[in-house]
């Protein structure tokens, strides 16, 4: 199985910050990569999937780069509703998995 | 806009039974790829099982693999989940989630039900 690794695991940032965060996975994916975001309580969101493509109707503060095996999400500038938990996620090949997480705290 | 409504989680005994449904609506299930994926408390999310678009074709994790069945009826348009032999690790809350066959990710997820196994 691909195991994909996030990093930070936490971290917290004023509003207005310039944030990344990093996946990297075992073996290479290409870009059949996705980003989520989940608040506490709620569902993940699809925000950007192609490693590069953003989700429709998600704001365009947010943005993915990488392929292979190295991935990055970044929120340009970092909003309230921000503050969630976020997961990468490689549809390369069974089994799909999921990065551990990196929690976001404003 | 798209919906996707779980149903069928509770408290069942390890060993026991339970089937979910996810009957969802303004898309058709016989033209996508659906999935379930679990998370359990604290845990970041898990794939647990995918049906292809034509129905044919089923994806099993290893940790459920024997256990587990995924179907749909299109006539319904609905998306199950049989689970038997319930253990304990078994314990989260199931979304079933649409996409993860053909190169495609979750696009869409329903609000999840919860699935406790307890003695």
């Known amino acids: 199985a691909v195991r994909m690794t996030q990093s930070p695991s936490s971290f917290s940032a004023p509003t207005g910050d310039r944030v990344t965060i990093t996946c990297r996975a075992s073996?290479?994916?290409?870009?059949?990569l996705a980003w989520y975001r989940q608040r506490s309580g709620k569902a993940p969101k699809l925000l950007i999937h192609?490693?590069?493509s953003l989700q429709s109707g998600v704001p365009s503060r947010f943005s993915g780069s990488g392929s292979g095996t190295n991935f990055t999400l970044t929120i340009s500038s970092l909003q309230a509703e921000d503050s969630a938990t976020y997961y990468c996620?490689?549809?390369?090949?069974?089994?799909?998995?999921f990065g551990g997480g990196t929690k976001v705290e404003i | 806009e798209v919906q996707l409504l779980e149903s069928g989680g509770g408290s069942v005994q390890p060993g026991g039974s339970l089937r979910l449904s996810c009957p969802v609506s303004?898309?058709?299930?016989?033209?996508?790829?659906m999935s379930w994926v679990r998370q359990a408390p604290g845990k970041g999310p898990e794939w647990v099982s995918t049906?292809?678009?034509?129905?044919?074709?089923?994806w099993y994790a290893d940790a459920v693999k024997g256990r587990v069945t995924i179907s749909r009826d299109s006539s319904k348009n609905t998306l199950y989940l049989q689970m038997n032999a319930l253990r304990v690790d078994d314990t989260a809350i199931y979304y079933c989630?649409?996409?993860?066959?053909?190169?495609?990710?979750?696009?869409?997820w329903g609000q999840g039900t919860l699935v406790s196994v307890s003695s």
């Open positions: 989630a649409k996409g993860g066959g053909g190169y495609n990710p979750f696009d869409w």
């Open positions: 303004e898309f058709t299930l016989s033209n996508v790829a």
């Open positions: 049906i292809s678009d034509s129905g044919v074709d089923t």
């Open positions: 073996e290479g994916v290409h870009s059949y």
């Open positions: 192609g490693a590069v």
């Open positions: 996620q490689q549809y390369y090949g069974y089994p799909l998995t």
